[in-house]
C-alpha cells in the first residue's frame, strides 16, 4: 500500500548536535512538507517542495535544512541553531499543481526531545 | 494576519450529541479549498471531510458536514451522533488556488473535542 514513513518515531538530540528526520513517499507525489507541531500552536510549515531539486523556505525555517534529491525523499535536518526544537514533526505530500482539491497525505510522525 | 481561525481551544460533548466546530478563515483569493482533518491522540492526520469555494452544496462525508457560509468566511464542522473515538485534536486548513505558495495548507491552531460518556 501506498504511503509516506517517517522515522524514528521518537528521537532525541543532545544540545548542539544535529539530528535528521527521515520522510519517505510511494504515493508518487511530486509535493512534500514539513510541518513542526506545538501544544498551542497548531501546524506551522518549516520547508516545502514542489518538485525534485528545489524548495522553499516556510514560516519557520530558521534552524532546519531540508534536501529533495529524489522524489520519494524529503529528509529534514534539525541543526544546532534551531534553538528550541523539542516538538512534534510532521511530514506531508501531495499532488503538485492548481487543483484545489488535493489534500495532504501525512506521515506518522517524530516526536523531537533536546536531552 | 491569521488565515485559519479556530476560536474553541476545547470542547466537551456527551456521547451521541452533534458538536460544532468552528473554523473561519482569511483570504482574498475567490478559489479556495477548505478541509478539516482529525488528530487522534496517536498524532496520526486523518482527512475528514472538503469544501471548495465554489461548491453551491455543504459538503457531507457520513456523519461529518461542513456547514460553509462564505460571505461569513466560516466552514465549521459538524459532528452528528459524536462517538467516544471521536475524541481527538481537529484541525482546519486552506488552500489558496493562486500565489507563489501554490499547493500548502494554511492550519488552524486547532480544537481539542472530547466526547465523554
Known amino acids: 500500500d501506498g504511503g509516506i514513513t517517517q522515522s524514528p518515531k521518537y528521537l532525541f538530540r543532545k544540545e548542539g548536535q544535529n539530528v535528521t528526520l527521515s520522510c519517505e513517499q510511494n504515493l508518487n507525489h511530486d509535493a512534500m512538507y514539513w510541518y513542526r507541531q506545538d501544544p498551542g500552536q497548531g501546524l506551522r510549515l518549516i520547508y516545502y517542495s514542489q518538485i525534485v531539486n528545489d524548495f522553499q523556505k516556510g514560516d519557520i525555517a530558521e534552524g532546519y535544512s531540508v534536501s529533495r534529491e529524489k522524489k520519494e525523499s524529503f529528509p529534514l535536518t534539525v541543526t544546532s541553531a534551531q534553538k528550541n526544537p523539542t516538538a512534534f514533526y510532521l511530514c506531508a505530500s501531495s499532488k503538485a499543481g492548481s487543483v484545489l482539491n488535493y489534500g495532504y497525505t501525512f506521515g506518522s510522525g517524530t516526536r523531537l526531545t533536546v536531552v | 494576519a491569521q488565515k485559519i481561525t479556530q476560536t474553541q481551544p476545547g470542547m466537551f460533548v456527551q456521547e451521541k450529541e452533534a458538536v460544532t466546530l468552528d473554523c473561519t478563515y482569511d483570504?482574498?483569493?475567490?478559489?479556495?479549498?477548505l478541509f478539516w482533518y482529525k488528530q487522534p491522540s496517536s498524532g496520526e492526520m486523518i482527512f475528514l471531510i472538503y469544501q471548495g469555494s465554489y461548491d453551491q452544496q455543504n459538503a457531507t462525508e457520513g456523519r461529518y458536514s461542513l456547514n460553509f457560509q462564505k460571505a461569513r468566511k466560516s466552514a465549521n464542522l459538524v459532528i452528528s451522533a459524536s462517538q467516544l473515538g471521536d475524541s481527538a485534536m481537529y484541525f482546519c486548513?486552506?488552500?489558496?488556488?493562486?500565489?507563489?505558495?501554490?499547493?500548502?495548507?494554511?492550519f488552524g491552531r486547532g480544537t481539542q473535542l472530547t466526547v465523554w460518556p
Open positions: 486548513a486552506m488552500r489558496e488556488y493562486r500565489g507563489s505558495t501554490l499547493g500548502r495548507l494554511y
Open positions: 483570504t482574498s483569493d475567490p478559489s479556495y479549498g
